[in-house]
């Protein structure tokens, strides 16, 4: 039988290699880590979460809660390993980053049918390949896409936000609770009053940033804004962002305080935690002195500082068909954010319907075909050519996925309904024969 090559063991490519390997289809899986790493990874293992380490809501009345239930549903290793090393969070899922990378390495890594390449991919192989390799792609791989794909010249940039020590953080200045008191109280709190938020906010908007090449505020990627970039949109943007203190009530005064920084643990043990929403590409001088302005952490031991990186993507919707093939040269597909799916759960989603359907065409079988019903065939579609305008990344939203056709009161009972509708459409998809192997 025909063995698959995957390029880049990430969410996606991890995924797809699992999705593929599951169906007694042989894989050859390239990872460059970790004799090669990108600026953001850090780590040796697959399926290294390099921002944040919260996969979002966990809700079916929100978009990603569904994907991952159908994810779930269909088998999804990512969702396995996220599950198993789930960190409290409130009502979002939140992961040992470690433990999560190292469970999914170690499942692929004694996969009979898996075949590891610790190598850094220089060329695109023939026969039937995965391109998986992100948008920190290394210059000689990306070199290769860019000639396959002339439209593969677009680019946005990310940020990864800073981590703290728990032991460090001055709990007289901060309090647990979530949001709405959803869940149970998992956020460490950290309050500003309103000189103490307009003094920092000042120094934030004129901070020294470090040097990325070809940066500029419009190129920035309004998903993952970099935090000193909201400060100089406005003295209050950071208030109406991750900065916003409605529903936290502080339990020392009974009320809400005028701005509010939450860290999220980032760990199971409990003892290093993120600052929710500080993606930044300030100099590390500068991230220790103007966050030691927040008064919880004014002492705060910074184990891991905030890094600025370009994140590139394909202009997909003139590329790429339904199931991520390259039109034109079916054997070669795309995976991952690459594709310009944004999140670590919509990249993991696009990494197994393109294992599921690549499957299906080495072993003859009729494809899954994903509709737009459902949040994993909503995306696809999109991504293939359901965008109009110019092509920006796109987490999964409801606003994709096909409507109802008839009202429910109510935005959360209306999406719920579809959630319920979508995960009936994934059971009979599940009867098909691609998906009983």
């Known amino acids: 039988m025909e063995k698959v090559t995957v390029l880049g063991a990430g969410l996606a490519g991890s995924e797809c290699a699992w999705q593929l390997a599951k169906r007694n289809i042989p894989v050859r899986l390239v990872e460059m880590k970790p004799g090669k790493k990108s600026p953001a990874h850090v780590s040796d293992g697959f399926a290294e979460l390099v921002c944040s380490n919260s996969l979002r809501s966990d809700e079916l009345s929100n978009a990603v809660g ?43 890594e004694t996969c009979p049918q898996v075949e590891i390449v610790r190598a850094e991919a220089t060329e695109i192989p ?29 680019h946005f940039y990310d940020a990864v936000a800073p981590i703290v020590t728990i032991e460090s953080v001055d709990m007289d200045s901060a309090f647990f609770a979530s949001r709405y008191d959803k869940g149970t109280a998992d956020y460490v709190n950290c309050p500003m009053d309103k000189e103490e938020y307009l003094a920092f906010v000042s120094e934030l908007a004129n901070a020294k940033e470090a040097a990325v090449h070809g940066f500029d505020d419009g190129a920035v990627f309004e998903g993952c804004m970099p935090v000193e970039v909201m400060a100089r949109r406005g003295v209050d943007t950071l208030r109406y962002g991750p900065l916003k203190p409605v529903g936290l009530v502080d339990p020392r005064t ?47 031991e910074f184990v891991r500082y905030g890094v600025m990186h370009r994140n590139t993507y394909l202009n997909s919707p003139r590329l790429l068909d339904r199931y991520y093939r390259l039109i034109g040269n079916e054997r070669i597909s795309f995976a991952g954010q690459m594709t310009g799916v944004e999140g ?48 920006q990344p796109m987490n999964i939203n409801f606003g994709i996925i096909s409507p109802l056709g008839y009202r429910v009161k109510g935005k959360r009972n209306k999406n719920a309904e579809i959630s319920q509708r979508s995960l009936a459409i994934i059971e009979e998809i599940k009867k098909k024969e691609i998906m009983q192997l």
Request: hydrophobic letters at 45%; proline letters at 3%; one cysteine or more.
């Open 66 to 108: 569904l994907l991952k239930a159908e994810m779930r549903a269909m088998g999804s290793l990512i969702m396995e390993s996220a599950d198993r090393n789930r960190v409290a969070a409130g009502g979002a899922l939140a992961v040992d980053r470690e433990g999560f990378s190292k469970y999914i390495t170690e499942k692929l």
């Open 126 to 154: 023939s026969g039937t390949v995965v391109i998986a390799t992100g948008p920190l792609s290394s210059d000689a791989i990306a070199e290769k896409i860019a000639a396959l794909c002339p439209e593969s010249d677009l």
């Open 254 to 300: 009974g009320k809400n305080n005028y701005a509010v920084v939450q860290l999220r643990r980032d760990n199971a043990e409990g003892t290093i935690y993120n600052l929710v929403g500080f993606q930044t590409h300030l100099t590390w001088g500068e991230q220790k002195r103007v966050f030691s302005m927040i008064p919880a952490l004014r002492n705060a």
């Open 344 to 391: 670590y759960v919509e990249s993991a989603a696009s990494g197994m319907l393109v294992g599921i359907e690549t499957a299906a065409r080495v072993l003859g079988l009729p494809a899954a075909d994903f509709p737009q019903e459902t949040a994993i065939g909503a995306l696809a579609l999109y991504i293939s050519g359901g965008s109009v305008g110019d092509f």
